[in-house]
């Protein structure tokens, strides 16, 4: 069965500092994966979303980036974090049904 | 661009009650899917709907696809706490391999 993880759980960074969350997936292969933010009680922003090594879709212009090293990770970056920055980081990935599956998240504080 | 309305946005009942949810969507789709999630949680997939006319029921949560008119419901059958969560629906457009989240629909069950 497929599972996806992601790390940390949590994390509390100050602004101006780097960002690395990191997102895989095992049981699968090629399979799309995506990044997405939810701000505390709002919907999901899509961010980012891959269909393959390399192969990175932006959907919001931010200090962000993501990259796809390798077919089942995903990672997501910034050099300088801003406060606007915090909030709940999902990945998720999907195969050709298009139906996604999250992982647990990643819940990120900038002070 | 494709846009998903739910409404309502906050539902607040009581138990052994009944309501539903409704999910409008603006352009051409026969792939819809329902998530929920608890607070502080991820994303857990309900339902798929894959077609018009699509029917899926799990307990007390039954949900329906009408393609013709771009609606897609979450009924809630007699209610009870533990269905209290956050409801999101989602749409794929044809041809695309991302997901359009609605805004979600906050359900809140009074003993």
């Known amino acids: 069965s497929q599972t996806i993880h992601q790390w940390p759980a949590t994390l509390v960074q100050p602004v101006g500092s780097p960002l690395s969350l990191e997102c895989t997936v095992e049981g699968t292969s090629n399979p799309n994966l995506y990044w997405y933010r939810q701000a505390a009680g709002r919907g999901l922003q899509l961010l980012f979303y891959s269909v393959g090594i390399g192969q990175i879709s932006s959907e919001v212009p931010q200090n962000l980036s993501a990259s796809r090293p390798q077919d089942r990770q995903f990672i997501l970056s910034s050099k300088k974090l801003l406060l606007s920055d915090s909030g709940f980081y999902l990945c998720?990935?999907?195969?050709?049904?298009?139906?996604?599956?999250f992982g647990p998240g990643t819940r990120l504080t900038v002070t | 661009e494709l846009k998903v309305e739910q409404n309502p946005l906050f539902l607040s009942m009581q138990e052994g009650k009944n309501y539903t949810i409704y999910c409008n969507y603006s352009t051409t789709s026969d792939r819809l899917y329902w998530y929920r999630q608890d607070p502080g949680k991820s994303l857990e997939s309900l339902f798929v709907?894959?077609?018009?006319?699509a029917v899926k029921q799990e307990g007390r949560l039954m949900a329906s696809l009408d393609t013709k008119a771009r609606l897609s419901t979450l009924h809630i059958t007699a209610a009870v706490h533990d269905l209290s969560a956050t409801y999101f629906c989602a749409v794929d457009e044809v041809g695309n391999e991302k997901l359009t989240f609605g805004t979600g629909t906050r359900l809140t069950i009074i003993p």
């Open positions: 998720a990935w999907s195969d050709m049904t298009y139906e996604q599956y």
């Open positions: 709907l894959l077609s018009n006319g």
